[in-house]
């Protein structure tokens, strides 16, 4: 428990009391009703007054290195839902591992199936990237369409002698 080793075991019990008290234990999924981060999941600031030790963390990691006593690389979602953080909805995984197990994108952005026929897939120094060939024949057709049909004259420089 590196994160929350600098917190007493009475500091801790006073955040599991604050943390219990924004859960939704009803359902299947024990929901979190407290702050969210930008991508939907769930973020628990643990502090103690006396000592002015702060930290934030994910809800569903707090949860599942309280319930277990040990600290994941990473923690996974068993279940999709990004708000549960029921301790047996979860697994202490590699960073790796949780990568592999993340789904791929099945649309782009603009709502186009990402399926073998519209998908570009190239290169880059680092990496793999996927895209949607609808999208970039759409941003290829505006931005020569800036240049009123005439190609040539972007691509090939005149020559004087």
């Not at 996927?130 to 024949?137: A, D, G, L, V």
Request: hydrophobic residues 30%; aromatic residues 10%.
């Amino acid at each position: 428990m590196r994160i929350l080793q600098a917190f007493t075991e009475e500091q801790l019990q006073h955040c599991d009391a604050r943390f219990w008290g924004m859960v939704d234990t009803s359902g299947d999924c024990w929901l979190w009703h407290g702050a969210r981060t930008r991508k939907g999941y769930g973020v628990f600031t643990v502090y103690a007054l006396q000592t002015g030790t702060v930290t934030t963390m994910s809800g569903h990691r707090y949860a599942f290195i309280r319930a277990n006593g040990w600290e994941p690389e990473s923690t996974d979602h068993l279940c999709p839902n990004k708000l549960c953080v029921r301790p047996t909805h979860l697994e202490g995984v590699t960073s790796a591992e949780n990568t592999r197990r993340k789904p791929r994108k099945q649309f782009c952005n603009h709502g186009h199936p990402l399926t073998l026929d519209n998908l570009y897939i190239y290169r880059s120094k680092t990496r793999m990237h996927r895209s949607c060939r609808t999208c970039r024949r759409e941003r290829n057709r505006i931005y020569w369409a800036g240049y009123s049909g005439n190609r040539s004259a972007v691509t090939t420089p005149e020559v004087t002698t």
